[in-house]
């Protein structure tokens, strides 16, 4: 059974930064690509950032792009997401996502983690 | 990501027939994904590449994409089925709450 399970959020000040990671189980994490989406409170799903299977293609949202990294370890079968210079803007539940396909171009995502939850507040 | 625009709601009776629309200009170019959100859970996903039902879902959930519009059609809606809806084409739509009562 394709399993997702996010760790890493937690309450942190403006400006400051988490890391966010997904340990991924029951399927082949090197042949899709991977994704993170997130819900502000009270709002519809945000897509953040998604990487494709090799790792060579990378997409961000313009709302976090500069700020937010995405990376993959093939070896622990975990996905990344650094978040550095957060604002309040940033406080939501971050979903990790597993994709249909080895590329994220014209695809969508399947299988979701249950998600962690980012506040940023002073 | 594209810009894509659902309905903020729709409603409907026990029964009868519940369709979501989800209008973007990348729609023709790009397959539709199309997401249950209940509250406090995470997404599921009921549709994907336009009009595909996963495993596990149930046969009334339908989809189908036509030019820049796609469209997830629940015949017989239950009341199981009162939800968040998002479709997904490079982007999600801006969703749609479905109320069965």
């Known amino acids: 059974e394709v399993h997702l399970v996010e760790s890493g959020g937690g309450l942190v000040q403006p400006g400051g930064s988490l890391r966010l990671s997904c340990a991924a189980s029951g399927f082949d994490f090197s042949i899709y690509a991977m994704s993170w989406v997130r819900q502000a409170p009270g709002k519809g799903l945000e897509w953040v950032s998604a990487?494709?299977?090799?790792?060579?293609?990378?997409f961000y949202a313009d709302s976090v792009k500069g700020r937010f990294t995405i990376s993959r370890d093939y070896s622990k079968n975990t996905l990344y997401l650094q978040m550095n210079s957060l604002t309040v803007d940033d406080t939501a539940v971050h979903y990790c996502a597993k994709g249909t396909a080895r590329s994220f171009s014209s695809y969508g995502m399947d299988v979701w983690g249950q998600g962690t939850t980012v506040t940023v507040s002073s | 990501s594209y810009e894509l625009t659902q309905p903020p709601s729709v409603s409907v009776s026990p029964g009868q027939t519940a369709r979501i629309t989800c209008s973007g200009d990348?729609?023709?170019?790009?397959?539709a994904y199309w997401y249950q959100q209940k509250s406090g859970q995470a997404p599921v996903l009921v549709i994907y590449?336009?009009?595909k039902r996963p495993s596990g879902i149930p046969e009334r959930f339908s989809g189908s994409s036509s030019e820049t519009m796609a469209t997830l059609t629940i015949s017989g809606a239950q009341v199981e089925d009162e939800a968040d809806y998002y479709c997904?084409?490079?982007?999600f739509g801006t969703g749609t709450k479905v109320t069965v009562l």
């Open positions: 997904f084409s490079s982007g």
């Open positions: 590449e336009d009009s």
């Open positions: 990348a729609l023709p170019k790009k397959y």
């Open positions: 990487i494709s299977a090799s790792g060579g293609s990378i």
